[in-house]
């Protein structure tokens, strides 16, 4: 099992109110798996995703990635946990203006223990990955919403990290261009065995996974299971 | 670090105008700061000379245009235990208070200049000085204030002298100060000076007690004539510069205010730059930037402009300064404002600490930040 998440609780304080979106929450995925996390907005989502790519700390429970246990640690030695085994994919890019296309695919690469030429390397498969090769010297502005975004993910895939989290990739752009995305992500997961956990509120975008979830209320649906045992259901009852 | 470096340069380019205007503005203070410290550093070379020199003066006088020694004192100190020479001395002043453009002319018998200075001459000849009565060596300060060149014939008041030779010293107040005949400066018209003099120079031996051989000389001429009054020559060109080391001690502040100044301008910008990139300082420790690293990279950037300020502000006060040759004087006794290496340094290491004390605050705060509320930021 590559994701272990244990009764886990997140709670915090909105004025006088106490808000939870994370209500006792267990799940495990498998390494190589493509998830993805549906639910209206408020559900905490975003908030399950944080906390599986450790920028933010459960109030409860465990989580577990490849045998760290990453709520317990220090935030100095998670940020160098994050270096190592997190690619994050934001819904509005985020790429740092200043930097090239080429610069922001290597910035993850300078927390790492890589030389300059094993960069580079890394880079150029990163940046053929999602066929901007010809776009490296562009800055940020003078890329489409599409490019800025495969940016994104060659950033994220860079440092081959164990789990690639995705938090609403499509939601910034165009139905053509968020069909492109949802493609790259999905031949990532298949070519190259990528962990991926995407949150969306498009179910179309969530059906591309082999595995989609539901937060309601603070708590955890399986889609594929209930849809599973509806499809058994349905056989066992014709059978008769 | 270092592999960050292009981020940090592109950091502080993108924001060009402020970038620039902060620079520009620690290059002032730095610039004034450095100006300051030369001040200062001219008036400590000034007082702190070596004790192996006395000066007698006029007891009871101030002014070099007020002290009337008799020359033939030097016949009688000379003879004194620990007294190696003695140099009677003619100073003639154009202005006695004190003032940005002084120009002292010391009358010396012309074959003792080369014993008791230490005169390179850069232009002109010593034997064309020694040969004509009404030549006079200038230091390279006042030769390049007042434009004088080999030949130039000049005239302060009613002393009017050929420039024999343009001299550097390694005491660079000497470089402010025109050295002529004795005999010329006391017969300049209108001044009937003749056998008396403004003061005695006395060097002393190595092993001589400075204080008892001024006691001694001040004893010997209490009942003489004329009264003298025998100091150190850092002693008596502090007490001429009393007034003048009041005000520098006050502009000491004033360069003070300026590192201040400089400071909180680097530390409001460096605020404003973390403000703005609230979201990016998440995103990047999002992506594995610890905050120790965020703090380092804030604490750069301060770093960055506040020593961009002192290179700029400290090479531009050591280029004026060189290039100026100023000075400021009273009672014929001048501070020589000087560049120098120690004075760079200061600038330079001082600017260094501006940066890091005006960049920690802004790059706790950024280290500290909390990422999902940055994330959050439009």
């Keep these: 099992m590559l994701i272990e998440i244990r009764n886990l609780t997140k709670s915090f304080q909105k004025g006088d109110e106490t808000i939870t979106p994370l209500r006792d929450v267990s799940l495990d995925i498998d390494a190589g798996e493509f998830v993805s996390l549906m639910g209206p907005s408020g559900t905490g989502k975003s908030t399950l995703l944080n906390q599986i790519a450790g920028i933010d700390k459960p109030n409860f429970g465990t989580i577990t990635v490849n045998g760290t246990e990453i709520t317990t640690i220090s935030r100095s030695r998670l940020a160098k946990w994050r270096a190592a085994n997190v690619g994050y994919i934001f819904q509005t890019h985020n790429l740092i203006p200043v930097l090239t296309a080429y610069e922001n695919v290597e910035l993850p690469l300078l927390l790492l223990p890589f030389n300059r030429a094993e960069r580079r390397r890394r880079v150029q498969i990163a940046l053929e990955a999602v066929e901007l090769v010809d776009r490296a010297s562009h800055y940020p502005r003078q890329l489409s919403g599409g490019q800025e975004q495969r940016v994104g ?6 440092t081959d990290p164990k789990v690639v989290v995705a938090d609403e990739p499509t939601g910034d752009l165009d139905s053509a261009t968020s069909a492109h995305i949802l493609d790259l992500l999905q031949r990532l997961n298949s070519d190259l065995g990528t962990t991926l956990l995407m949150v969306t509120h498009d179910a179309e975008a969530a059906a591309i996974a082999g595995r989609q979830l539901r937060l309601d209320d603070g708590r955890l649906i399986d889609d594929t299971q209930q849809k599973q045992s509806l499809i058994t259901t349905a056989e066992g009852t014709a059978n008769v | 670090m270092y592999k960050f470096t292009p981020y940090l340069v592109k950091t502080l380019w993108r924001h060009r105008g402020r970038t620039m205007l902060t620079v520009s503005g620690s290059a002032v203070a730095l610039f004034v700061f450095c100006f300051v410290g030369a001040v200062q550093e001219g008036l400590d070379r000034l007082t702190s000379q070596n004790d192996s020199t006395l000066i007698v003066f006029q007891a009871n006088k101030f002014c070099p245009a007020t002290s009337h020694l008799p020359q033939d004192y ?17 100073v003639f002043t154009n202005n006695c208070r004190a003032s940005l453009d002084v120009v002292v002319f010391y009358g010396v018998p012309a074959k003792k200049v080369q014993k008791i200075r230490d005169f390179e001459l850069v232009a002109g000849s010593w034997s064309e000085f020694k040969s004509n009565q009404d030549s006079g060596i200038v230091g390279e300060s006042v030769a390049r204030r007042r434009n004088l060149k080999l030949g130039t014939k000049f005239s302060v008041g009613e002393v009017k002298v050929t420039v024999a030779g343009i001299f550097n010293s390694t005491d660079q107040s000497e470089e402010d100060y025109v050295y002529t005949h004795l005999d010329f400066l006391q017969r300049t018209p209108g001044m009937n000076l003749v056998g008396t003099v403004t003061q005695h120079e006395v060097l002393l031996e190595d092993s001589a007690d400075a204080v008892r051989v001024a006691g001694l000389i001040d004893d010997e001429f209490r009942a003489g004539p004329v009264e003298t009054d025998t100091r150190t020559k850092g002693v008596f ?7 003048l080391v009041e005000l520098i001690e006050l502009s000491h502040y004033l360069g003070y205010a300026c590192v201040g100044l400089m400071t909180m301008l680097i530390s409001t910008t460096t605020f404003m730059a973390v403000q703005d990139r609230i979201k990016e300082h998440s995103v990047l420790q999002t992506l594995g930037f610890s905050g120790s690293i965020v703090f380092a990279l804030v604490l750069a950037e301060s770093i960055l402009i506040s020593v961009g300020g002192g290179v700029v502000g400290t090479g531009a006060a050591m280029l004026t300064l060189a290039g100026s040759g100023l000075s400021v004087g009273a009672e014929a006794v001048t501070i020589a404002f000087s560049p120098s290496v120690g004075l760079a340094l200061t600038g330079l290491v001082g600017s260094l600490a501006v940066g890091i004390a005006a960049g920690v605050l802004p790059a706790v705060a950024a280290a500290r930040a909390d990422i999902i509320n940055g994330l959050r930021q439009a």
């Design chain 2, 237 to 243: 060109q502090a007490s001429s510069l009393a007034d």
């Design chain 1, 153 to 158: 993910i060659a950033r994220a895939i860079v």
């Design chain 2, 74 to 90: 030097d016949q009688i100190i000379r003879k004194m235990p620990g007294v190696r020479e003695v140099v009677p001395i003619q």
